[in-house]
């Protein structure tokens, strides 16, 4: 059977800076007409640079929309059609204060595919020289290291709960593991 839904037409109801929200009727296999709300994003960018001791930089920072203080591999948003590798080497630099090096493409997750268009590209890379942070004015974070059994401790606990920092540490340890990643 094939699965796709056809989208019939769009009713935008906000578009802001980040994100756009609209309202699609669409056709689904069998005919029938229905409502879906769509979210909107350009996609981002995770990245977990390991130093040379084998640790990994984590930023502790409030998400709002969370309500509460979250540990996580740096990440960004990317502009509207700028190459992830772009954003993941100005991302690591603004955030830790290193550029990275060696960077590893990992792969692309999905976060919530029911109703966002978000796409999270995931790199691995090695740290480079020291740059200096860049934050933006709204971002307030620490800098942490931990290695990865660490990282992995803290997920299985749920200190850390951030999806593409359990997708990240997840690859990554079993790269690891298959000699991929050294």
């Given at each position: 059977m094939d699965l796709k839904q056809?989208?019939?037409?769009?009713?935008?109801?906000?578009?802001?800076?980040?994100?756009?929200l609209r309202v699609d009727q669409a056709e689904m296999p069998d005919g029938q007409t229905v409502e879906r709300e769509v979210v909107?994003?350009?996609?981002?960018?995770?990245?977990a640079m390991e130093d040379n001791e084998g640790k990994f930089?984590?930023?502790?920072?409030?998400?709002?929309?969370?309500?509460?203080?979250m540990i996580e591999f740096p990440a960004g948003k990317m502009e509207m059609h700028e190459d992830p590798?772009?954003?993941?080497?100005?991302?690591?630099?603004?955030?830790?204060?290193?550029?990275?090096?060696?960077?590893?493409?990992?792969?692309q997750m999905v976060p919530t595919g029911a109703?966002?268009?978000?796409?999270?590209?995931?790199?691995?890379?090695?740290?480079?020289?020291y740059t200096g942070q860049?934050?933006?004015?709204?971002?307030?974070l620490n800098v942490s290291r931990m290695t990865l059994?660490?990282?992995?401790?803290?997920?299985?606990?749920?200190?850390?709960d951030d999806g593409k920092t359990l997708a990240m540490?997840?690859?990554?340890s079993q790269m690891k593991e298959r000699g991929l990643l050294k």
């Amino acid at each position: 059977m094939d699965l796709k839904q056809k989208r019939l037409s769009s009713d935008y109801k906000y578009k802001g800076k980040i994100l756009n929200l609209r309202v699609d009727q669409a056709e689904m296999p069998d005919g029938q007409t229905v409502e879906r709300e769509v979210v909107e994003h350009h996609g981002g960018v995770g990245i977990a640079m390991e130093d040379n001791e084998g640790k990994f930089f984590l930023v502790t920072q409030y998400r709002y929309a969370q309500e509460k203080v979250m540990i996580e591999f740096p990440a960004g948003k990317m502009e509207m059609h700028e190459d992830p590798l772009v954003t993941a080497k100005r991302e690591i630099a603004e955030e830790t204060g290193y550029a990275g090096k060696d960077f590893m493409y990992l792969g692309q997750m999905v976060p919530t595919g029911a109703y966002d268009t978000e796409v999270i590209h995931m790199y691995y890379a090695r740290m480079g020289e020291y740059t200096g942070q860049k934050l933006d004015s709204d971002e307030f974070l620490n800098v942490s290291r931990m290695t990865l059994r660490e990282i992995m401790d803290a997920c299985i606990d749920m200190t850390i709960d951030d999806g593409k920092t359990l997708a990240m540490i997840f690859l990554i340890s079993q790269m690891k593991e298959r000699g991929l990643l050294k």
